[in-house]
């Protein structure tokens, strides 16, 4: 069949694009690393006592953030590619069913009420913050989207819940800015915004066993979903198990949406446009649209991730700004260009 | 053989379907017919496990529904549901591999391809088979559907009998395709371990074509049998109240209403 042609052709692109955007990522930003340093660097790799300045920049920031920001953007574009299959819709984005919120909620009472707590446990607080405010809002969601009579939710509750309890952990987050005094309410605007400049190796082994596992488990349900394409009656006559297919494939999104959230913020718009520009490509069919995400959603965070190194020079812009800035009009212009929905 | 045995399902206080026992046999049509609202849908997906009734139970062969997996019954069994609507755009030939995805894990086997090709061209979409699902009229959709259920069911089972389940098939098409759908499953039916329910709403049809007819009407059987034996005047008014002429011709017979 030729369409499978096609896929993997995509999938060879978007190969040679992220290693070079990698590339690219981690030579240029406030300070430029020339092609020999990156070398000697990687020659060094065993012997850090020898490394120079710019190849300890390389290796300490540059390698880790370079190496975060593709886990995340798969991450991030897989949660997306899933949970429009699984709730059928187009609008819907992998922060639907509270993660993000949640996390943004959990990372601002750090911000404006962490000193006031005892807790600290070092670098880890922050992330250990929002990967708790993910967990209480998405359990929440599901909690009340919960059906008394069946035990069941239906999507549409689900999705109503999700918008509902988004807005209620965001009004929080807007009532903690508010009463933030301002290096904390700037902290949590930016972290909002998304930024990826506190990555390291930690980081890195964290968000990436996340996102390999979890992508590992969806490539399994990658069928179902497509049958769920269909309907949900349909393709439970097709053999799928709904309840299960739902709890797994929920369950893997909130787990690498709520890791990536923790450690770099919010950044919006990346999980929802990543698998509608591989449909426009290539088809709906999730087991391709889910292994070409991983690649389109690296490579789109990372060139973003550039991007906001680059343009305000030595400063950074938080990278949530440059993917919405970018793109939104990109979006909407190919949904214009190409008849894709009918 | 595909059995329902004293089925009761209630929900709140309204019986949606009351005592209902029938028997759908290999190699004969079977069309379930009755007015709106009577349960002829409720029986459809009690018949496919969808909903579980508070009595009563349904057998596939002799095992009951209940002890299949999910996968299980959908090896044996197609189902083509009303109002189907495709989240995102796909093409033809995807929809109707779709009907093989419970016979392969991973990668479609040939014989999978080879039965979603004689599908599509059995039902005649093969000619659109890259065209975008979203850009085709009703009756090609259905038509699409029509092969995708029949590609899960292509192949002889061992040890079981094929089943298709059939939701109100002839909405959206034109007379020329209602008449060939029909036809079609006819020759389905040449295949002596296939069972085939249908829900009709067009009563003409039923007569033309069935086996046995079904009548449902306020969640009780009120006929079932030839179609001499339940498109009587008394049947129709009690069911639909409306006065028919019924004109029989040699073995044909023809339905008007006033």
């Known amino acids: ?17 992220l290693v070079l955007t990698v590339l690219f990522s981690i030579r240029y930003g406030a300070v430029d690393i020339t092609l020999d340093e990156i070398a000697a660097s990687f020659q060094h790799w065993f012997t850090p006592d020898d490394m120079m300045l710019n190849e300890r920049i390389l290796m300490e920031i540059r390698l880790p953030r370079a190496i975060l920001c593709v886990f995340v953007g798969a991450s991030l574009a897989v949660g997306g590619a899933l949970m429009q299959a699984l709730f059928r819709n187009p609008i819907v984005e992998p922060g639907l069913v509270g993660t993000s919120s949640g996390a943004a909620f959990g990372s601002a009472l750090y911000f404006a009420l962490g000193a006031t707590f005892d807790f600290n446990a070092g670098e ?104 769920l394409m269909i309907g949900e009656e349909e393709a439970e006559f097709m053999g799928v198990n709904l309840k299960r297919l739902k709890l797994y494939v929920l369950l893997v999104n909130v787990i690498m949406v709520a890791v990536a959230t923790a450690f770099v913020g919010v950044i919006s ?32 965070l990372s060139a973003a991730d550039l991007a906001a190194r680059m343009i305000l020079r030595p400063a950074e812009l938080p990278i949530g700004i440059v993917t919405s800035a970018v793109g939104v009009p990109v979006f909407i212009f190919l949904l214009r260009k190409k008849n894709y929905f009918y | 053989m595909l059995k329902a045995q004293d089925i009761t399902y209630t929900i709140g206080q309204k019986k949606l379907l009351d005592h209902v026992s029938v028997t759908f046999e290999p190699g004969k049509l079977h069309l379930i017919i009755g007015p709106n609202g009577a349960g002829k849908s409720t029986l459809i997906k009690v018949l496919c496990n969808q909903v579980l009734p508070q009595k009563g139970a349904v057998y596939y062969g002799n095992k ?125 039916l040449q ?68």
């Not at chain 1, 069949?1 to 995509?10: A, E, I, L, P, V």
């Not at chain 1, 999700?162 to 800015?177: P, R, T």
């Not at chain 2, 085939?196 to 086996?211: E, Q, R, T």
């Not at chain 2, 969640?219 to 409306?242: D, H, M, P």
Request: charged fraction near 20%; aromatic fraction near 10%; charge should be positive.
């Open chain 1, 1 to 17: 069949m030729n369409h499978f042609k096609q896929y993997y052709g995509t999938s060879l692109v978007l190969i040679i694009l």
């Open chain 1, 124 to 227: 880890w607080t922050l992330p250990i913050a929002a990967c708790a405010g993910a967990i209480v809002s998405t359990f929440l969601v599901f909690a009340l989207s919960e059906s008394k009579q069946t035990g069941k939710s239906s999507i549409t509750t689900l999705l109503l819940t999700g918008i509902a309890v988004n807005a209620l952990f965001l009004s929080g987050v807007g009532f903690l800015s508010y009463i933030a005094r301002d290096p904390q309410a700037r902290s949590i605007t930016f972290w909002n915004l998304g930024t990826l400049s506190s990555a390291n190796w930690h980081s890195v082994i964290i968000v990436g066993m996340s996102t390999v596992l979890c992508i590992v488990i969806s490539l399994r349900y990658a069928k179902q979903l497509n049958a």
């Open chain 1, 269 to 300: 718009f990346v999980g929802l446009i990543v698998p509608h520009l591989l449909r426009m490509l290539n088809g709906s069919d999730n087991r391709f649209l889910i292994r070409n995400s991983v690649l389109l959603g690296g490579l789109l």
């Open chain 2, 191 to 258: 295949n002596k371990d296939i069972v085939i329910v249908g829900v009709v709403h067009d009563l003409n049809l039923a007569a033309k074509f069935s086996d046995q007819i079904v009548l449902i009407n306020k969640a009780k059987i009120l006929a079932t049998g030839s179609k001499e034996k339940v498109l009587t005047k008394e049947n129709i008014r009690l069911a639909y109240q409306l006065e028919p002429v019924i004109h029989t011709e040699r073995s044909a017979m023809y339905l008007f209403f006033e």
């Open chain 2, 64 to 188: 009951e529904v209940s002890s299949f997996s999910k996968l299980e019954l959908a090896r044996i069994r197609a189902v083509l549901s009303q109002n189907i609507e495709l989240a995102f755009p796909l093409s033809v030939s995807e929809v109707v591999m779709m009907g093989r995805y419970p016979h392969f894990s991973v990668k479609p086997a040939e014989k999978d391809r080879i039965a979603c090709e004689d599908a599509m061209r059995f039902f005649d979409v093969l000619n659109m088979a890259d065209r975008n699902y979203m850009t085709l009229s009703g009756g090609e959709k259905q038509r699409v559907h029509f092969a995708r259920v029949v590609a899960q069911i292509w192949y002889p089972i061992e040890n079981s009998c094929r089943y298709l389940i059939l939701d109100e098939p002839l909405t959206f098409l034109d007379v020329h395709y209602q008449f060939d759908f029909m036809h079609k499953l006819l020759d389905l």
